[in-house]
């Protein structure tokens, strides 16, 4: 199994008061697969990417990644983790605005072991000929498109999405899915995408539901559609 997590709990304390952000979550993630996270809002969906991505510890629980117990990694160890196995990409892009297109992605391309040809990767996302502009002279979706980017010229076996068509219109979202949808046959890549569009998970494999910090569904999808179907 890929990812494989148990009974993770997180809990926020403010005060007096303690909030269970995940609660007890256990699931198990196939590598190669697409995966939704839903959820109401407040439901625990970035508290699980954090956690899942080596940017957050959990309190209880443990999570395994390609075998690896992340959970138990020391801060240098899961520095090295997410530089070698996860990319994330969030709905408002985080891209670096006092870099160009290209810099933006060789700056990531820099950090990782294995990373892709920088220019195949900007043709890949339909953004080779934007490459010498900066983040604010582009759209929201060709920002979008360079975050993925960004994430894929990495190589990672997992690509974290937190609401990536969140803030896009809806042909630069269905684009934006179907690039995705690409990343996944051509490279393997494994891809979770937190949404609120419930029409995304017709194009998963599986989706998560979380209410109050508890994993309440886990379902297949067998008839499983392609990015381009996609609609709302
Ligand atoms: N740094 C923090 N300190 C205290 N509480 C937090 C913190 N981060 C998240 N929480 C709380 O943990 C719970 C889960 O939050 P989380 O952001 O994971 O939910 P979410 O499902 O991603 O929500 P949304 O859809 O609004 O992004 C919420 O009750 C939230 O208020």
Redesign the pocket.
């Known amino acids: 199994m890929f990812v494989k997590a148990e009974k993770l709990s997180k809990i ?1 304390r ?1 005060g007096k008061n303690e ?1 269970r ?1 995940l609660n007890e979550v256990s699931f198990e993630l196939e590598r190669g697969k697409i995966y939704t996270v839903i ?10 990417f954090n956690i899942l991505g080596g940017l957050d510890r959990a309190e209880e629980g443990r999570i395994f990644v390609d075998g690896k117990e992340i959970t138990a990694m020391d801060q240098k160890k899961l520095s090295d983790y997410r530089r070698d196995y996860v990319g994330f990409v969030f709905q408002f892009y985080n891209l670096i605005n006092g870099l160009t297109v290209y810099e933006n992605v060789l700056s990531s391309a820099a950090l990782s072991k294995n990373p892709l040809d920088v220019d195949m990767v900007l043709e890949m996302m339909d953004v080779y000929s934007e490459k010498n502009k900066f983040p604010f002279e582009l759209s929201g979706g060709q920002q979008q498109r360079v975050a993925i980017a960004r994430a894929v010229v990495k190589n990672p076996a997992m690509i974290l999405c937190d609401e990536p068509t969140g803030a896009l219109d809806y042909e630069s979202s269905k684009l934006v899915l179907k690039l995705l949808e690409d990343v996944n046959k051509r490279f393997g890549t494994t891809i979770l995408i ?1 949404t ?1 569009n419930l029409a995304i998970s017709k194009m998963a494999d599986a989706t998560l539901r ?1 209410r109050s ?1 508890r994993l309440v569904e886990f379902s297949e999808n067998p008839q499983k559609i392609s990015a381009q179907e996609v609609s709302w």
Not at 39 to 48: F, V
């Open positions: 926020y403010i909030i952000a959820g109401p809002s407040g439901s625990g969906k970035t508290t699980l937190i609120h979380l910090g």
